[in-house]
């Protein structure tokens, strides 16, 4: 079997990354930008695209997606890899029939033959820790369950950095589902560990609010912040980044999903989501703000904002495939 120095040969959580780490990984990502956005005839593009050649990576999607699949398939493919996936694992692998995650996890090691890693996304928080504890190959964790998300937070970062570069710490809005939408939870850890943020705006339906547990980071960091049930002029004014999220429907049990929705209103109605990011209230952003989503979007994000400067959701899109580019070849050693 392959052996990996830990710490950092598995991407598990936020909480297991350190400044330094993320500062390389970041200028690693920008000279991967540079050299693909010259095209594939410079030497340093021909030098990345064999770099991970006979190396295999599975990607093991217990739920679904777009983004993260994709990005991270693409990335291994760019730089000479190869892939292996099964994109509804519940359904089309043998967890259908009763098998461990366990057993899923050493199967794709052997294969692996020690030159392979897997990225998982998973429906069960702590499940990609869980993975990783059998060290039998590095992990990369690409959502367990309402946990975290830390790719999608290193990309977001990557995304906000590029564009806010100066010293000064920013006001980091934060809105939609933030109970069960494990992409803020990743990115509020990542927004203290990097120190960028001074203030948070917590904007969340009654019944989706951030779990105590990040709270608790925020004022341990001795940040401050504000928590709202809806977005209104002031907090778009004030936000630096304001960071949409979708309401989690899959993560909400039935019943409580139906009394909610129709008591609260917070699932989309004909006039869309209460906590919507609308083109009126959009007019109140400054200039310099960024509108971020991780996507997938539903109507808190309607499509009429996307001409606007300050949108910068595909610009994260895009960031996504650097990042993991690099993480790749830092998880390979390569
Ligand atoms: C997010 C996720 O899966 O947590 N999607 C993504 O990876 N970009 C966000 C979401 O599903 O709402």
């Known amino acids: 079997m392959q052996h990996f120095a830990p710490p950092h040969s598995h991407v598990v959580s936020v909480d297991d990354m350190d400044k330094a780490w993320i500062d390389e990984i970041f200028a690693l990502t920008s000279r991967i930008k540079t050299t693909f956005l010259c095209g594939p005839d410079s030497p340093e ?18 739920e679904p997606s777009t983004r993260t699949r994709f990005s991270f398939e693409t990335a291994m493919q760019y730089l000479g890899g190869m892939v292996t996936t099964t994109e509804a694992a519940r359904m089309f692998s043998s967890a259908a029939k009763g098998e461990k995650l366990c057993d899923t996890i050493h199967t794709c090691a052997r294969y692996g033959i020690g030159r392979s890693a897997i990225v998982l996304r998973h429906h069960e928080r702590g499940s990609a820790q869980e993975a990783a504890s059998l060290e039998v190959c ?5 959502g367990d369950g309402d946990g975290e998300h830390p790719t999608q937070a290193l990309l977001d970062m990557f995304t906000i950095l590029e564009q806010f570069s100066d010293q000064t710490r920013k006001t980091l809005t934060l809105a939609g589902d933030l109970k069960n939408g494990r992409t803020v939870h990743s990115l ?35 940040l401050g912040y504000v928590t709202a049930d809806e977005l209104n002029p002031e907090i778009v004014m004030q ?19 139906r009394k909610v929705a129709t008591k609260l209103h917070i699932l989309p109605q004909r006039t869309g989501a209460i906590y919507a990011l609308t083109p009126r209230l959009a007019e109140h952003l400054k200039s310099s703000a960024m509108i971020m989503h991780p996507l997938p979007r539903n109507e808190e994000l309607p499509v009429e904002l996307d001409h606007l400067p ?5 610009d994260q899109v895009e960031n996504g495939l650097y990042v993991r580019m690099a993480l790749l070849l830092h998880i390979f050693g390569m």
Do not use: C
């Not at 990097?194 to 341990?220: C, K, R, S, W």
């Not at 936000?239 to 999903?257: C, P």
């Open 239 to 257: 936000s630096d980044v304001i960071y949409m999220t979708r309401t989690q429907k899959e993560r909400m049990v039935l019943g409580w999903l």
């Open 188 to 222: 509020i850890k990542l927004a203290i560990k990097m120190g960028m943020v001074g203030h948070f705006q917590l904007v969340a339906p009654q019944g989706l609010e951030l779990p105590q547990e990040y709270l608790n980071d925020i004022t341990q960091a001795g």
């Open 138 to 142: 590095p992990i990369i964790n690409a």
């Open 45 to 62: 593009w021909k030098n990345f695209s064999t770099r991970l050649q006979n190396r295999m990576l599975f990607t093991l999607f217990y």
């Open 310 to 314: 300050q949108a910068r959701y595909f």
